[in-house]
């Protein structure tokens, strides 16, 4: 086994700091900031050259970063209805929704106009009696990890939990407890929202079934999220460990992450496995250990050499952050896309080296979630949008590459990245032709039908009544949160 620390600074050189930054802007739009500041007077408003506007137009990848004319952070809900209400009669002007400005496609949180950043919504309030927890939709995933620890509970959330990352919840998906307690959709129980007109309303699946099912997937398309309502789940022991493979380690490891995936039956176990593959160092196998449990090993990880690994790496502790590795890895990175394959199993070789060479500078990681087809990933049947009700296990393809020219080029060596897993992967009998693609990890020019499949038809019923075309001539028809960016129906 290969020493942690040296992989350490092995990827240290593939993974740089990227600080928030000022991107020079000569806009068309500020005149629509002066609107919103007179209109929006609590809400506060920030222009190019501030550390505010810097923050609030921070991505994690500066490809998917824009300069917009200035930013706004909303205050509370009242200023986020006020906001959309002026956005709304002024169709020709664009605007960002940010939560955590993870998204890895250029527009999706990012926008030449209007950069609205969550930031304020920090509340936490806990709700022992109903088990649940109301947030803020500005939190990232440690703030909430580590108000809810304090109460001894959690709730199921991103995975990447480290010191500064800032990967705030918009949630859609999969977690460390996801075998369990399903996808992070199927724990919202309620959802605070501002409608595309202004309007605010709280969703339930009693009080409102279609808006509910819409917007468990549903991204910006219905408005602004201002607040999320968990389930939270108390916490027990949590067992954590993170193992570095590289040379002929990697060929050992990868057979028995699949073999853990086909064979694990405990919906408390995890495996995350990331591989990692620069040209200037050697391909790196990273495998995180996870199970929730009382004793050390209780895990069927028929897997005997994941097994022996577990036992003799994991630490205890009470909290995520307690017994999570590499917290510090997944930091700012250069220019990037994301792009996803989903399997039924994991026998295909994930450790894909690309298409030709790599050019310095360049990266690809594999991140690779062994979800077990009896666990809770596909428990939520047809609750919402995101179809997760057919068993598949998502891979999450991310390449980086140095130099803005080069966009177009990478995102097309990602697109035969995938093609080429999925095309092992159906050669060695998998059917994946009907499977969605997850949407959190997919480029943004795949066709809908492939992210939402058959729920395709239904949303785009829903959205059009609560996001209406409009018909007054002098008004192009525009729909007010197709303005946003993202997956539109
Ligand atoms: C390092 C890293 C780790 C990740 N780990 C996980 C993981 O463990 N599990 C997993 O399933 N996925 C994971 N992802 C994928 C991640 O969940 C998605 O990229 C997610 O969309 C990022 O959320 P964000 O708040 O940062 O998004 P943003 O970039 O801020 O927004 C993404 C989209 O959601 C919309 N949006 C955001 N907030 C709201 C709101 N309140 N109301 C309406 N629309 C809104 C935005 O307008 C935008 O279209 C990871 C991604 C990265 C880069």
Redesign the pocket.
Known sequence: MFSPYAALTLLSQTWSWFAPQDLATGSPYTWMCTNIERAVPTARLSYPGSGAYANDTY??LPS?SQASACSVEPGNIQDVSDILKVLSRYPTVPF?????????NPG??STPGIQIA?SKFKDVTYDPKLHTATVG?GLSWAELYTELEKLGVTVVG???VGVG?L????P????YISNRHG??IDNIVAFKLVLPNGRTTTVTTESNPELSWALKGG??NF????HYVFKTYSLGNLWGGGLIYTGGNISLVVPAVADFQASNTNVDATVVAVYARAPSTPPILSVTLFYNGTTRLRVSLTSSLLSQELKKTTTSGKRFFDVMPYKLL?HGVSRGA?HTVSLTDLSVPYYYDGPGSFTQGSSLIVFIEPFIATGGVTSAKNDSSYPHDKFFTPLSLLWRWPGEGSDDIAREKLKKAAAAITATAESEGQQLADLPL?S??SLSDIPLEKLYTVNLPKLRSIRAKYDPAKTDEHIPTRLVMDR???FHF
């Open positions: 991505h994690w998917s960002a929704i940010k939560a955590g400005g993870r998204a890895t999706f949180s969550l939709a991103g995975r990447i990352m990967l705030i919840l918009f859609l998906g999969y977690s996808l992070v991204y910006n408005g602004i999220i201002t997944i994301m997850y959190d990890y946003a960016g993202g």
